[in-house]
């Protein structure tokens, strides 16, 4: 009999075991993908005059999703620039990329969230070995709770050294409104 309640239970456990890593594992069925828009800018490096060709070539995804009542998004930038000197630190004095939410309404789109991430600024002068720019930069992801269509937006700030004008803006096209 003590055998038989025995595995009575192993049996009830082992069943609720696998259960419950059945329920773990299992996608939600209100997970969302995020909606992307890309575009793509050259920009000059206004501090070279040189013969050599000098233009970072930039593409931005920015990415939004809504899951459970809040709106998601993300920037991933990715650049093709020059080639010069290996690692130099001193192609900008500094550099962020401003990433926001917006609410999508007539009229001007109110923000309801921003952050600025200066972490692109020290892959911006990372090069390969060879000197050649290439990289890219994926944004840490922010939230906002709204019930509204809301969509993504950002924008390249990048302050040169050398050329004495201050930051430059580059704006990027905005996600699908979510």
């Known amino acids: 009999m003590?055998?038989?309640?025995?595995?009575?239970?192993?049996?009830?456990?082992?069943?609720?075991?696998?259960?419950?890593?059945?329920?773990?594992?299992?996608?939600?069925?209100?997970?969302?993908?995020y909606h992307c828009r890309t575009s793509t800018k050259s920009v000059d490096d206004p501090s070279y005059s040189g013969p050599w060709a000098d233009n970072w070539d930039f593409t931005v995804s920015i990415c939004a999703k809504r899951s459970s009542g809040k709106v998601y998004s993300y920037a991933k930038?990715?650049?093709?620039?020059?080639?010069?000197?290996?690692?130099?630190?001193?192609?900008?004095?500094?550099?962020y990329f401003r990433l926001w939410e917006a609410k999508s309404v007539s009229g001007k789109d109110p923000v309801v969230k921003s952050a600025?991430?200066?972490?692109?600024?020290?892959?911006?002068?990372?090069?390969?070995?060879?000197?050649?720019?290439?990289?890219?930069?994926?944004?840490?992801?922010?939230?906002?709770?709204?019930?509204?269509?809301?969509?993504?937006d950002g924008r390249l700030m990048l302050e040169w050294a050398n050329d004495g004008k201050g930051y430059q803006t580059h704006n990027f096209s905005g996600s699908p409104a979510v």
């Open 77 to 95: 930038i990715s650049w093709d620039g020059p080639v010069m000197g290996v690692d130099d630190t001193g192609i900008f004095n500094a550099a």
């Open 2 to 33: 003590f055998t038989l309640k025995r595995t009575g239970a192993t049996a009830l456990i082992t069943a609720a075991a696998v259960a419950g890593t059945a329920l773990i594992t299992a996608p939600s069925a209100s997970a969302a993908s």
């Open 116 to 152: 600025n991430y200066y972490g692109i600024e020290s892959k911006l002068e990372n090069s390969t070995s060879n000197g050649n720019y290439n990289n890219s930069y994926t944004t840490p992801t922010i939230s906002y709770k709204t019930g509204s269509k809301t969509y993504g």
